[in-house]
C-alpha cells in the first residue's frame, strides 16, 4: 500500500529503523560527544518532522542555525539516548521515554577547523501527545515540516559558505522561509532515505 493511503504509525517507522544498520562511531574519536533527536509525529496528512532556530549566540558555530533539539552529553547521564532525551526536554518541553525512541541514524564526525571535534548521534523520537512544545531560551522558535515538503525537489536549494578562505556549496531544504542545511540537512536526508518505500515494501 502507497504512503499517500497508509498512514504513518510508530510501529511503521520503527519498521523501517530497524531494518537498517545506523554508521556509528567511536566517542574515542572526538573530544566531545553530543545527541539530538529527530523528533516525528503522525501529522493530518502525512508525517510532520520537528526543527527548531538556534538562539542568536556569539562565538556559537550552529548559531542562528536550523537544527534538531540537542547537546552535549554530560556525565550526569546514563548514556547518549538520556542525552538525547534530556536535551529534548530542556530545548521544546517534549519528555519522550525511552520506548519513544525508534531508532538510531548514522552519527556524525565532522572534521573542520571550524568548530572542535565532536560526535554528533541522531535518534529518532516518536510523539503523538497532546501537549504542546515549549522552547527554551536557547530556542528562537520551533517548526513542523511535513516529509512531503522535505522530499520536494521543488524545495531544494544550496547553500554557499566561506571555509578556510574557500568557498563551499552544501546542499539544503527551504521551508517557509527557514533554510536546513548542513549537519541538520544530513540527518534529514538519511532519515528519508530509510522511510522511503524503496526497499521497504
Known amino acids: 500500500m502507497g504512503e499517500a493511503r497508509e498512514r504513518w504509525s510508530a510501529a ?18 572526538a573530544d566531545r560527544h553530543a545527541a539530538v533527536t529527530l523528533v516525528v509525529r503522525p501529522g493530518p496528512r502525512d508525517l510532520e518532522l520537528l526543527f527548531v532556530r538556534r538562539a542568536e549566540v556569539p562565538g556559537d558555530p550552529w548559531s542562528g542555525h ?42 556524525l564526525h565532522p572534521v ?39 522530499r520536494d525537489p521543488a524545495l531544494r536549494s544550496e547553500v554557499r559558505f566561506a571555509d578556510g578562505g574557500l568557498e563551499r556549496i552544501f546542499p539544503s531544504i527551504l521551508w517557509e522561509g ?9 540527518v534529514v536526508m538519511n532519515f ?8 521497504h515494501r
Do not use: C
Open 12 to 29: 511503521r517507522v520503527g519498521r523501517r529503523l530497524a531494518a537498517t544498520r545506523p554508521a556509528l562511531v567511536s566517542p574515542d574519536e
Open 112 to 150: 573542520t577547523r571550524r568548530i572542535p571535534s565532536i560526535l554528533i548521534s541522531p535518534f529518532v523520537g516518536w510523539y503523538d501527545g497532546a501537549a504542546g512544545v515549549v522552547t527554551n531560551d536557547e530556542v528562537q522558535y520551533h517548526v513542523w515540516a511535513p516529509l512531503g515538503a522535505l
Open 192 to 199: 528519508l532515505d530509510i522511510i522511503s518505500e524503496k526497499g
Open 66 to 107: 536550523m537544527a534538531l533539539p540537542g547537546g552535549h552529553r554530560d556525565a550526569k547521564d546514563a548514556d547518549i539516548l538520556d542525552t538525547a532525551r534530556r536535551e529534548t526536554r530542556e530545548e521544546v518541553g517534549l519528555d519522550l521515554p525511552r520506548r519513544a525512541y525508534l531508532g538510531r541514524l548514522d552519527d
Open 178 to 186: 527557514d533554510t536546513i542545511w548542513g549537519l541538520t540537512h544530513r
